[in-house]
C-alpha cells in the first residue's frame, strides 16, 4: 500500500486490539477539525456535562438519523494543540469485543471521517512537529518491545535522548561550516582559518558519533532478539529441556522416539534479551512419514537458528547419530547440552573439540536452565547490555545515516591534509549535516516518511 502523505480531513481507527470476547475497551479514535463536529453528533451527555477539552465525559452513542443507541460511552476530548497529533482528538472508550468498536467507527467514517492509514496519527505528530523523527519510531518500538529492557530503550528515544544527542552532532557541523564559509564569503576582512580547531572539533564530533554508531548491534539484539533451535537425536531430553526452560508443558514427553513431530516454540527473556526458542523433532532417518516431515522441519530450524543447542544424553554419550546431527549443525554458533547427567558420566564423554561451550543439565529436574541462560549470554557476548548500561539505542536506518555522516566528516579530515580549497570542505560537511538531519527528520523525504510510517499498527 502507498501512503499519501498529507493532514486533510478528519481520520478515524480502531486504537486497541480487537479480540472476540477478550478486553474490557475498545477505543475508537479521531483526529483534525471536524473530530468535534462528529462527537457532538453521535454522543448524548446526560446531566448538565461541558463540552470541555481534557475531560471525560461519560455518555451514550446514538446513530443521529434513528436514534437508536450504539453504545454506552466514555469521551475524551483533547482539543488543539494540547493533544497527541496537535489537532483535535477525541477518543471513544467503549466495550471491548469486536461490535461495539466496529460500529462506532462506521459510525464515524459515515459522518465524514476517513479510515487511517498505518500509523498516520503518529506522523501528523512529527509533521504537525510534537515529535521529531527519532520520537516516531520509539514509539513503534515501545509498542513493539518484546523485553523490558527492550521498551527502557525505546521510552528513552521517546523521552529525546538519540535526538539530543544528535541535535548536538548536527549544530558541531554546522558551526564549523558556519566557520569555513565565513572565511570563503568575507575572505579579506577575518584571519585565516585555524585549521587546529577545525580538526579538534571533527574529531571530537567523530568520536562522539562513533559512540552512537556502536549502539547499532546492541539496539538490534535487544529488538529483534536470537532464535534458539534445541536439536539432537530422539529420546535425549530435548523437550524436557524445551519444558522447564520455558516453564510449561507445551512440548509432550515421552519414552517414545519420535513423540515430537513439529516445531514447538516459545518466546522467552535472557539477561535481557528476547529469545524465540525452538523445540525440533529428533533427527534421525526414519521411513515414517510424517516424522520425516518433523525431521526435515528440525534441520531447517537449525539452520536458520541464531544458536543451536545440540543435546546429547550423559548415558549414551557422543554417538555416531550426534555426530552426524552435529555435521549439519556445526556452521552455525553451538552450546553442547549434556542431558540427563544423573544417569551418566560427562567427563568421560569424547565430543569434537572444536565445541568450546558445554552445559550439563538434568531437565526433567529443572536443573542447569540458570547455567545455560548464562551460556547463551557467554555465545552472543551481551553480558553487559542493561537497561542500565544502555542510554540509547540507534536502529538500522539512523545507523545507515550516520555512517554516512562519518565517512563525509574523514573525507572533511582528508581534504585538509590534502590541502585543498575550502569550498571541498563544505561539499561534504553539507552531506554530513544532511545526513545527520535525516534521522531526527530535519531533512525527510517522502519516501522515508512511508517507509517508516507503514510499519506502524493502524490507529497508532
Known amino acids: 500500500m502507498t501512503m499519501k502523505i498529507n493532514q486533510e480531513g478528519t481520520i478515524a481507527a480502531i486504537a486497541t486490539a480487537i479480540v472476540p470476547q477478550q478486553g474490557s475497551i475498545g477505543i475508537v479514535r479521531l483526529s483534525g477539525n471536524q473530530s468535534l463536529t462528529i462527537a457532538k453528533t453521535v454522543f448524548d451527555l446526560p446531566g448538565k456535562q461541558l463540552w470541555e477539552t481534557h475531560r471525560v465525559l461519560y455518555g451514550y452513542i446514538r446513530h443521529p438519523r434513528t436514534q437508536q443507541v450504539i453504545d454506552e460511552a466514555l469521551l475524551i476530548l483533547m482539543l488543539a ?57 520509539s514509539i513503534a518500538e515501545l509498542v513493539g518491545a518484546r523485553s523490558p529492557q527492550a521498551s527502557q530503550i525505546a521510552l528513552a528515544g521517546l523521552q529525546g535522548k538519540l535526538a539530543t544527542t544528535i541535535h548536538q552532532l548536527h549544530n558541531g557541523c554546522l558551526d564549523i561550516l558556519a566557520e569555513i564559509e565565513a572565511r570563503i564569503d568575507f575572505e579579506d576582512d577575518l584571519p585565516s582559518l585555524n585549521e587546529k580547531l577545525i580538526i579538534e572539533g571533527l574529531e571530537k564530533i567523530l568520536a562522539k558519533l562513533q559512540k552512537v554508531l556502536i549502539t547499532a548491534s546492541q539496539g538490534e539484539l535487544l529488538r529483534s532478539g536470537i532464535k534458539v533451535a534445541i536439536v539432537g537425536r530422539p529420546n535425549v531430553g530435548k523437550s524436557s529441556l524445551f519444558n522447564a526452560w520455558s516453564q510449561c508443558d507445551r512440548a509432550i514427553v515421552t519414552n517414545l522416539p519420535g513423540t515430537t513431530r513439529d516445531l514447538i516454540e516459545s518466546q522467552l527473556v535472557v539477561g535481557g534479551i528476547p529469545v524465540q526458542v525452538w523445540d525440533t523433532a529428533g533427527i534421525r532417518d526414519t521411513v515414517n512419514t510424517v516424522e520425516k516431515m518433523g ?29 552426524k546431527i552435529y555435521q549439519q549443525v556445526n556452521h552455525r554458533p553451538l552450546i553442547l547440552v549434556i542431558n540427563k547427567i544423573d544417569l551418566g558420566t560427562p567427563e ?55 555512517i554516512r555522516a562519518k565517512n563525509a566528516l574523514e573525507q572533511v579530515q582528508e581534504t585538509i591534509a590534502n590541502q585543498l580549497p575550502l569550498d571541498f570542505l563544505t561539499i561534504d560537511l553539507r552531506i554530513a549535516i544532511k545526513a545527520l538531519g535525516e534521522i531526527t527528520g530535519d531533512e525527510v523525504t517522502e519516501s522515508i516518511l512511508e517507509k517508516i510510517f507503514s510499519r506502524f499498527c493502524i490507529g497508532k
Open 81 to 137: 494543540p494540547r493533544s497527541y497529533t496537535r489537532e483535535d482528538v477525541v477518543e471513544f472508550h467503549c466495550h471491548g469485543g469486536m461490535i461495539p468498536v466496529q460500529q462506532v467507527l462506521q459510525l464515524c467514517l459515515e459522518l465524514g471521517a476517513k479510515l487511517a492509514q498505518p500509523g498516520e496519527f503518529t506522523l501528523r505528530a512529527f509533521l504537525n512537529g510534537r515529535i521529531d523523527l527519532t520520537q516516531a519510531e
Open 295 to 323: 525431521v526435515e522441519r528440525s534441520r531447517h530450524a537449525a539452520s536458520h537458528a541464531d544458536l543451536v543447542l545440540l543435546t546429547i544424553d550423559a548415558q549414551s554419550g557422543w554417538t555416531v547419530e550426534d555426530q
Open 348 to 402: 568421560s564423554i569424547r565430543f569434537p573439540s572444536k565445541i568450546k561451550q558445554i552445559v550439563e543439565t538434568i531437565a526433567a529436574e529443572n536443573q542447569g536452565i540458570e547455567v545455560l541462560e548464562k551460556a547463551i549470554l557467554e555465545s552472543v557476548k551481551t553480558q553487559k547490555i542493561t537497561a542500565a548500561d544502555l542510554d540509547l539505542a540507534i536502529n538500522r536506518r539512523q545507523a545507515a545515516a550516520l
